[in-house]
Nanobody, 119 residues
Framework: QVQLVESGGGLVQAGGSLRLSCAAS????????MGWFRQAPGKEREFVAT????????GYADSVKGRFTISRDNAKNTVYLQMNSLKPEDTAVYSC????????????WGQGTQVTVSS
């Protein structure tokens, strides 16, 4: 079982930056691949970024590539999402998720943190 708690959301002007954090419980954090997802009002949840268990491999949605960076610190059981050059369309609830390396779908989800980008 993994529990995930996000933090770092808030209100920022377009062009600004935020760094989200996702703290995970448990001693096996380093065995999980992690991801960030977001859901805007009236829209379906969408993939944002993913990082492998070791941090050696990352992937991004086209809409955030070049602006967002996912990283992890396995010693701190934490995954981060650095968001730069934010746009109003980035406004959403951002959630982190975890999955075991042997599993395709994400198994554990956090409650989410609100990010609002004003124009």
């Amino acid at each position: 079982q993994v529990q995930l708690v996000e933090s770092g959301g808030g209100l920022v002007q377009a062009g600004g930056s935020l760094r989200l954090s996702c703290a995970a419980s448990g001693r096996t954090f380093s065995s999980y691949a992690m991801g960030w997802f977001r859901q805007a009002p009236g829209k379906e949840r969408e993939f944002v970024a993913t990082i492998s268990w070791s941090g050696g491999s990352t992937g991004y949605a086209d809409s955030v590539k070049g602006r967002f960076t996912i990283s992890r610190d396995n010693a701190k059981n934490t995954v981060y999402l650095q968001m730069n050059s934010l746009k109003p369309e980035d406004t959403a609830v951002y959630s982190c998720a975890a999955r075991r390396r042997s599993v395709r779908d994400y198994e554990y989800w956090g409650q989410g943190t609100q990010v609002t980008v004003s124009s």
